[in-house]
Structures are given as structure tokens and as C-alpha cells.
């Protein structure tokens, strides 16, 4: 079960480019999205009301569709406003249209009541689009249930284990580093960790030219649905990073957004930028890099993970003094559904009754 009213990544501008017609499946809904002749993004449900052919098959005109089974045309809206030999178009043909906004790069939809739709909900990351910052978008799929992949997001204890020589460095990380602290938050968690004095991990060695100890900080920040914003950096060892002086410091921002595609396969969206030598694509490159495989990393456990799952649905987890954030979302989460849910209702039985004004006027 997903929270509908809420936004989620649907994908980056650059999967729109050249007139290209994208089809992806959001919470179970096939969804097809196209740039129109007006430059805005059109979202329509990935289904002609005909007889049920893919409009991703079919040919963009204007910011409208045009269906290539039997030519029936719809607008940016959903309507179908032409059907080839038929001149009457009964009012209610037509095919479901999605809120969106696009900003920073990224495209958002809302996948609950339109009406609902409120782009002050969505969480600005303008690092995306801030020259002083560089980073590669990029995407990955997962044959795993959404909440695997916050889980894993949420846990910082993971790092020393699974990315020993990739993104973590050493079991000492795991042994002898604690958040400094812990915020739960109304739609999310905010956990703040230190460590100090430490050799610096892999990735972050592999760019940069020594390797004296940093002091090193990580500001991990969840949001429902699935929003992930890590704020990282390294800086000389003793030289008051944790009091605010960051001179000297290489500092990271990382994206990553989980988007449901079903209940066992997700959309993971992400970009890694750095605020240092922006102008060295081998740095944004090597970090890229060094993020993938990390990923690689997760994606092998978690998937295993699911799989385990699958084959004994009455398993329970367990939890650790860790899994505090994690813990508190999934709470969190859980009850917006339920609250959605026991709301859906009463919104069903607004819009029958709205219905007859509507034609009578």
C-alpha cells in the first residue's frame, strides 16, 4: 500500500529530451510523460480509454497524444478531443492526467487527488542547479520493495560492512562513531554523525591528493515518501570543522529519491555533487563511479533481502537501538496511509455528490 497524496520523482529533464515519449510505472499506474510543443511536461495515463493500447506507441502532437490503434487524439488534460470518422466525442472519454512540476532538473509528480496537489510540499535541493556544485544524475532499478531501500539509507551502521572499501573505510567507523544526533521530524528524521581524526574512505581518497587523516561528518536527512538528503564533507584533522570553520574542506551533497514502481520493484533516482574543482569532470566522474558501486554494493543485499522476505512472508524484523530513525519513519509512514485511507471515503462521496451540479450547470 503507497501514500498517494504526496510528490514523488518521476525522473530527470534529460529523460525528456529530443520529443522522446517515456513510460514508466509509478505505484502500480503505467504513466506516460512527454515534453510538449508548449516546453511543459505532460503526464497521462499510459492506456488509451479505447481499448487499453499503450499511448507510449503512439505520436506526440502539440501537447497532445495521438493513440496509433485507432487514432483517438487526447489533450494535456486527458480529454480526447478527436476520434478519426467520429464527429460527437462523448464527454466522459478520456484518460487520467497527473500534477507536475518540474524544478532543480527533476520532474515531479502527484499521484493522489489533483485537487490536493500543493507544490509547496515539494523539498527543494538547489545544489542541482547551482554552478558551484556538479554532480551526474543517474538511475537505477531495483527488484526490491521501496521501504528496503530507505531502510538502507536510514542506517549508517551498514557503512564499515557493506562498504569497507568503497564508501565507508573501517569497522572503527561502525565502532566507535554514534549520532551526534538523532531529530525526528514530522514527515521525516534529520541524523547528524561525526568522526574524527580518521583516515579518509576510498572514494573521497581517490580525489583528492594526500592521505592525512580528516575529521569527517555526515547530516543524513529522510522525508516521506522516500526523499534522501545527505550532507558530507572532510576536513584537516583538529582544524574545528565540528565548531563551523570548514577552511580547507572538500564537502559532498547527495540526492537520492525512491519512488514505488510496484510492491517488489523501485525507481532510484540519484546525483553525488562535490563544491570543489567543478571544473574537473574526472573528479565528478570518479565519484560517480565510486557511488555505483556502492550502490552495486546495497542493491546485492537488498534484493537477496527481498527475496528471503518473499519466501517466508510471516518473518518479522527485529529491531536494534540503530534502527531508531528508520523505525520512526516507517511509524510515520504508516500512519499518513492510514489517515489517506480512512479520507478516501469521504472524498469518494464529495465528488459523487459534486457531480450532478456540475451537469446541471
Known sequence: MFLKNCWYMAGWDYELIDNKFLSRKLLNEPIL????????VVALEDRCCHRGAPLSLGRREGDSVRCMYHGLKFDASGKCIEIPGQEMIPPKLGVRSYPIVERDHLVWIWMGDPALADESQIIDFPYLSDPAWRGQPDYIHYDSNYLLIVDNLSDFAHLAWVHTHTLGGSEEYAYKTKPASVERLERGFRVTRWHMNSAPPPFHRKVI??????????????????????????????SGAERGNREGAKEYRNCQFITPETESTTHFFFSYLHNFEVDNYNVTLSLHDSLIEGFMEDKHIIERQQRVLDEDPQFKLLAIAADGPLSHFRWTLDKLIAQEQQQQPALQAQQVHRKPSAAVA
Open 33 to 40: 510523460f512527454f515534453r510538449g510543443a508548449s516546453g511543459k
Open 209 to 238: 591528493d594526500n592521505d592525512d587523516n580528516v575529521d569527517r561528518w555526515n547530516v543524513g536527512h529522510m522525508q516521506i515518501p522516500g526523499i534522501f538528503f545527505l550532507e558530507s564533507g572532510f576536513a584537516p584533522a583538529g
